[in-house]
């Protein structure tokens, strides 16, 4: 009996650690929306940026068509601001402000990873 109640408390827990983390996940607070992303910089960019990712990563998404969608990107090149050497053969980045309180990021951006063909391979949020 105690046992169970145990894991049913250490499941509570893991439930609403979950729970509040994605509620402060200052990433995911808003729906992607072209015109508003188009006009923004910055901060205001910054809750869209999980359905960016959502979107650039759904298959058959070209170079051509993360441009029409999102606009040309800040930077374009393989490596990151610090010098690390990123996936794919060239990769298309979009700032999106800082990271808020709980992630440590200063500075964050979408990275969308293209192959040789000009094909999304894999997009992501990141920063330093």
């Known amino acids: 009996m105690k046992r169970r109640l145990l894991i049913l408390a250490f499941a509570t827990a893991a439930i609403v650690v979950w729970a509040a983390v994605d509620a402060i996940d200052v990433f995911n607070d808003a729906a ?10 910055n901060d205001e960019r910054r809750p869209m940026a999980q359905a960016v990712v959502k979107l650039a990563a759904q298959p058959g998404m070209t170079r051509d068509s993360i441009e029409q969608l999102l606009g040309p990107p800040e930077v374009l090149g393989r ?12 990769t298309l980045s979009y700032y999106v402000g800082n990271g808020g309180l709980f992630d440590g990021m200063d500075d964050a951006f979408v990275y969308i990873h293209l192959n040789d063909a000009g094909e999304v391979i894999d997009a992501s949020i990141d920063g330093y």
């Open 32 to 41: 992607f929306d072209e015109q508003t992303w188009k006009q923004s910089r």
């Open 79 to 90: 490596e990151d601001a610090g010098g690390n050497r990123l996936p794919g053969v060239e």
